[in-house]
C-alpha cells in the first residue's frame, strides 16, 4: 500500500511531469499513475517522509537545508486535521479526493502552496485543484 503524507493529496492531484530531478519525477510519476489507474486503492495518510519523498533530492538527509521536514510534517497535520482524517489510517484515494473537493477552500489552498516553487511558478493553482477534483484526478 502506498504512504501519502498529508500535504501530498493535493500533489499527486495537481502533479503534471515536473518535479526536482529526472529520477524524482520518474518515481513520482509512476505513483501518480498508480493512483490516477486506480482511484479506489488504499493510501496509508502520514506525517512523515512517504513514498514520493523516497527520490526526492532535498530530503534533510540529502541537503538538510532544502526540505524542513519538522516544518512540512506540522502542514501536513494541519491538513489531516482540516480533513477529519487520522494520522496512520488508510483511506481509498477517491475519498480523498472527495474531502479536498469538499473542505479545501482556495484561502486554505494559498495559505498552505502560497510559498512552495511550483505555486509561485505557476504550475499549482486552486483553478487547476478545483478542475482536477471534478474530472476526479484524470
Ligand atoms: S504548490 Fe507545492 S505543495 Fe502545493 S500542491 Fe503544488 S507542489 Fe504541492
Ligand atoms: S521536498 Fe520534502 S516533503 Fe517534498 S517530496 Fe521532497 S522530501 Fe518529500
Redesign the pocket.
Given at each position: 500500500m502506498l504512504t501519502m503524507r498529508g500535504?501530498?493529496i493535493?500533489?499527486t492531484m495537481?502533479f503534471e511531469g515536473k518535479g526536482y530531478d529526472s529520477g524524482f519525477t520518474s518515481s513520482m510519476g509512476s505513483v501518480v499513475g498508480q493512483l490516477r489507474g486506480d482511484l479506489s486503492q488504499g493510501v496509508r495518510i502520514i506525517a512523515d517522509y512517504d513514498d514520493i519523498c523516497s527520490r526526492c533530492p532535498n530530503r534533510c538527509d540529502k541537503s538538510p537545508d532544502l526540505c524542513e521536514n519538522r516544518r512540512v510534517a506540522e502542514k501536513d497535520r494541519e491538513i489531516i486535521k482540516l480533513l477529519g482524517l487520522s494520522e496512520g489510517e488508510e483511506y481509498s484515494y477517491n475519498r480523498l479526493i472527495s474531502l479536498v473537493k469538499e473542505k479545501v477552500t482556495e484561502e486554505i489552498f494559498t495559505s498552505?502552496?502560497g510559498n512552495?516553487?511550483?505555486?509561485t511558478s505557476g504550475?499549482?493553482s486552486y483553478d487547476k485543484l478545483v478542475r482536477a477534483g471534478e474530472r476526479g484526478n484524470r
Amino acid at each position: 500500500m502506498l504512504t501519502m503524507r498529508g500535504h501530498h493529496i493535493w500533489c499527486t492531484m495537481l502533479f503534471e511531469g515536473k518535479g526536482y530531478d529526472s529520477g524524482f519525477t520518474s518515481s513520482m510519476g509512476s505513483v501518480v499513475g498508480q493512483l490516477r489507474g486506480d482511484l479506489s486503492q488504499g493510501v496509508r495518510i502520514i506525517a512523515d517522509y512517504d513514498d514520493i519523498c523516497s527520490r526526492c533530492p532535498n530530503r534533510c538527509d540529502k541537503s538538510p537545508d532544502l526540505c524542513e521536514n519538522r516544518r512540512v510534517a506540522e502542514k501536513d497535520r494541519e491538513i489531516i486535521k482540516l480533513l477529519g482524517l487520522s494520522e496512520g489510517e488508510e483511506y481509498s484515494y477517491n475519498r480523498l479526493i472527495s474531502l479536498v473537493k469538499e473542505k479545501v477552500t482556495e484561502e486554505i489552498f494559498t495559505s498552505s502552496c502560497g510559498n512552495c516553487l511550483w505555486y509561485t511558478s505557476g504550475v499549482c493553482s486552486y483553478d487547476k485543484l478545483v478542475r482536477a477534483g471534478e474530472r476526479g484526478n484524470r
